[in-house]
């Protein structure tokens, strides 16, 4: 890989505008050099959309040379369906993806390059990342590839080459909350080889809908269950997730009476 690897960033949103500046401004003060940010709305009607455009503007007027910004607005069929397009119109030969509620470490993307141009054997890098509620942070996490087969690395400190989505395909849309998880897999049991960089890259904010809903958790028992992983777990998911099934059915058959 050569010394000033050009590398992609892609930020998927939708009606994000108490966080989307922060993201923004993390890829655009990094300290690496060469970089491609691409954002990725899905027709926002909350303001997003003018947050988005005054930096587009201040990054044409010259006020981050080190960055090419552009952005795509319009309907979408889901997160990954964003993703896809990122990655489909994207130039780097590494690719990052930081969602709207998320934001990079100021060093990440220097990290990453050195890391990848020392070793271009390893198609993923991954960091650890720190995990804010309320402004409080509650806890640094990183986890090894091993242990894809019990649950996802961190996707928000991740970086991939270009030629594994090449090679392996994109974001499958058929699951709306774990597609990343099953990417990943599949990655892994492609050949791709991982490795993890004891370094904080990246902060994630809680609530976003990968934390918040049991139906995360069956997305995720499901792609297991699809890559022959065994889950110790598996039950008691799975009895939650049927019960929590039943219930919004139920529920969405109840006519209020008042």
């Known amino acids: 890989m050569k010394e000033n690897p050009l590398i992609t960033i892609i930020t998927v949103v939708l009606n994000a505008k108490n966080t989307i500046e922060q993201t923004i401004v993390s890829v655009l003060n990094q300290t690496y050099s060469n970089i491609e940010y691409i954002i990725v709305d899905g027709a926002s009607t909350d303001g997003t959309l003018d947050i ?20 795509i607005s319009e309907p979408d069929k889901g997160i990954y369906d964003a993703m896809n397009k990122g990655v489909k119109c994207s130039k780097g030969e590494i ?50 590839s091993s242990r894809l087969s019990a649950g996802m690395i961190e996707h928000p400190a991740c970086f991939v080459k270009k030629e594994v989505y090449e090679h392996i395909g994109l974001f499958n849309c058929a699951y709306s909350i ?11 049991k492609q050949g791709v080889k991982f ?30 269950k699809k890559h022959n992983y065994k ?20 529920l969405s058959r109840i006519t209020p009476r008042f």
């Open 95 to 144: 690719i990052g993806i930081i969602n709207a509620d998320d934001w990079f470490e100021k060093d990440a993307l220097s990290i990453i390059a050195q890391k990848f141009i020392k070793n271009s054997d390893i198609g993923i890098y991954h960091g650890l990342k720190a995990v804010w509620d309320n402004n409080v942070n509650i806890k640094i996490i990183g986890t090894d």
């Open 178 to 188: 774990a597609a990343d998880y099953d990417f990943m897999i599949r990655a892994k």
């Open 52 to 71: 988005i455009k005054s930096y587009d503007l201040q990054v044409k007027n010259g006020g981050f040379p080190n960055v090419s910004f552009r952005y």
């Open 231 to 250: 889950d110790k777990n598996a039950p008691f998911f799975t009895k939650i997730t049927e019960f929590y099934t039943r219930t919004r059915y139920w």
């Open 195 to 224: 490795k993890l960089i004891p370094v904080v890259l990246s902060n994630f904010r809680l609530g976003g809908i990968s934390t918040t809903t049991i139906a995360g958790y069956y997305e995720a028992l499901q792609i297991r």
